[in-house]
């Protein structure tokens, strides 16, 4: 084969995958919202910040946390700001999420670490949250995480 039409055929290979890669990452304007209310979620946490996850939580929210624990909002936001836990960085590795109308599911990997009664901890997990908007703000009303052990 001519090394001119080999050339021509990667190219064109390449600029076809280039294509079809950028529109599969074409993100909404409301997946882009929800996808940011999960990092002030995160640094809301981070840093103890119980009035801005109250902003961000449906007062419905069921959490289920890594270790299977079952929380309400009240209890969620009371674990954030107990005493002993000190999370030095909450952050997604990875995200994305998908709107159905007035609700969006976001899936990722997160990674925490942190103290915890003065011992150091590293996690990382899945997590699946389910956000609702109703008169045009999104909240959380389900988040469910799960610990990736290797």
Same mark, same amino acid.
Request: proline share 2%.
């Given at each position: +084969?001519? =090394?001119?039409?080999? *050339?021509?055929? @990667?190219?064109?290979? =390449?600029? !076809?995958? %280039?294509?079809?890669?950028?529109?599969?990452?074409? +993100?909404? $304007?409301?997946?882009?919202?929800?996808?940011? !209310?999960? /990092?002030?979620?995160?640094?809301?946490?981070?840093?103890?910040?119980?009035?801005?996850?109250?902003?961000? !939580?449906?007062? $419905?929210?069921? #959490?289920?946390? #890594?270790?299977?624990?079952? +929380?309400?909002?009240?209890? @969620?936001?009371?674990?954030?700001?107990?005493?002993?836990?000190?999370?030095?960085? &909450?952050?997604? $590795?990875?995200?994305?999420?998908?709107? @159905?109308?007035?609700?969006?599911?976001?899936?990722? &990997? #997160?990674? $925490?670490?942190?103290?915890?009664?003065?011992?150091? #901890? /590293?996690?990382?997990?899945?997590? /699946?949250?389910?956000? *609702?908007?109703?008169?045009? %703000?999104?909240?959380?009303?389900?988040?469910?995480?799960? =610990?990736?052990?290797?």
């Amino acid at each position: +084969m001519n =090394l001119r039409l080999i *050339v021509a055929l @990667f190219v064109s290979l =390449l600029a !076809l995958v %280039t294509l079809s890669h950028g529109r599969s990452q074409t +993100m909404s $304007e409301d997946e882009g919202r929800v996808l940011a !209310l999960e /990092t002030a979620w995160n640094h809301a946490e981070q840093s103890k910040d119980v009035a801005a996850l109250d902003q961000l !939580l449906a007062p $419905e929210l069921i #959490y289920i946390d #890594y270790d299977g624990s079952l +929380m309400n909002k009240e209890q @969620f936001l009371a674990a954030v700001k107990r005493e002993g836990l000190s999370p030095s960085q &909450i952050v997604n $590795e990875s995200q994305s999420a998908k709107v @159905f109308g007035d609700c969006a599911v976001v899936t990722g &990997i #997160y990674r $925490e670490k942190g103290t915890s009664n003065g011992k150091p #901890y /590293t996690r990382r997990g899945r997590f /699946t949250d389910t956000w *609702v908007r109703t008169d045009n %703000t999104w909240r959380c009303v389900a988040s469910q995480s799960t =610990l990736i052990l290797h």
